[in-house]
């Protein structure tokens, strides 16, 4: 059965390492591609001229194509604020963040093996800067990605899908198909020695963080397993 069954696998597999005793957190499964699959932060967000997001997640083996990971919508943008992969079997994952409906180059980031892997993306409007981080790691950065304007505010935050209108129906071949945990936003951009000691210690950075990965602040759509877990 696909989604279940996976809490006997999860302490090899999870890859955070350093033993923090029994902190609880929720993992959600999207297995297969759908086109309903989704979770939904429960946060108004404030507008943004500074953004970082930072997960765990590991992609299906067998996914291949646009998968998106979370798009935040706001009316006049559906991807407002977007993390994609493009997924091809055996070839290395690549990824890439759109802001204002403009997306920045596609990047690889990681193998499509089928294990967990941190990513984090940061952008910032003074100068449309962008970076992106996989297992601890810088990897890409770039300027100019549309800078125009900051994000806006009291957007919709999906994990999973992309819309394809404001909080209309989803994109059919758009989905998230693996699993995720552990998605925190803060209102600003972390540095690389953050990003890198938050990967080693598995605890978020408290310091401007505006949205934490908690069951209440979620709603996740009954098709997705959520299965709790304990971080080791
Ligand atoms: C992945 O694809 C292979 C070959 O197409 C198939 O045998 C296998 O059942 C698939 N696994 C899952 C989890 O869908
Ligand atoms: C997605 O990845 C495949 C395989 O690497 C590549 O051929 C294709 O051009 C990529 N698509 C985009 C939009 O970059
Ligand atoms: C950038 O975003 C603004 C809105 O914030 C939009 O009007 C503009 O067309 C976008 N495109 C580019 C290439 O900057
Ligand atoms: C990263 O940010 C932290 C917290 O704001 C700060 O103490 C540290 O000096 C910064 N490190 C670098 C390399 O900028």
Request: glycine fraction near 10%; proline fraction near 3%; charged fraction near 20%.
């Amino acid at each position: 059965m696909p989604g279940v069954c996976h809490f006997n696998l999860f302490l090899l597999l999870f890859p955070c390492g350093v033993t923090k005793g029994a902190s609880q957190t929720l993992v959600l499964d999207f297995a297969g591609h759908s086109h309903t699959k989704h979770a939904c932060l429960l946060k108004k967000f404030p507008s943004m001229g500074s953004v970082t997001v930072c997960t765990q997640l590991r992609f299906d083996l067998n996914s291949s194509g646009f998968s998106t990971v979370f798009s935040y919508s706001i009316k006049s943008f559906i991807n407002e604020f977007q993390l994609r992969a493009n997924l091809t079997r055996g070839k290395r994952v690549q990824l890439t963040l759109l802001v204002h409906g403009i997306h920045g180059p596609y990047q690889e980031a990681f193998d499509h093996d089928d294990a967990w892997h941190s990513v984090c993306v940061s952008w910032s409007q003074n100068g449309g800067r962008w970076e992106l981080f996989a297992d601890g790691l810088e990897i890409h950065s770039g300027d100019g990605l549309n800078g125009t304007d900051i994000l806006g505010a009291d957007g919709n935050f999906i994990i999973g899908q992309e819309y394809k209108y404001f909080r209309g129906s989803f994109k059919n071949d758009r989905s998230f198909s693996g699993s995720i945990t552990e998605l925190h936003v803060w209102n600003r951009v972390l540095n690389s020695s953050e990003i890198a000691i938050m990967k080693k210690e598995c605890s978020p950075v408290p310091s401007g963080r505006v949205f934490t990965w908690r069951e209440e602040d979620m709603q996740i759509e009954s098709a997705v397993p959520a299965t709790p877990m304990f971080l080791l």
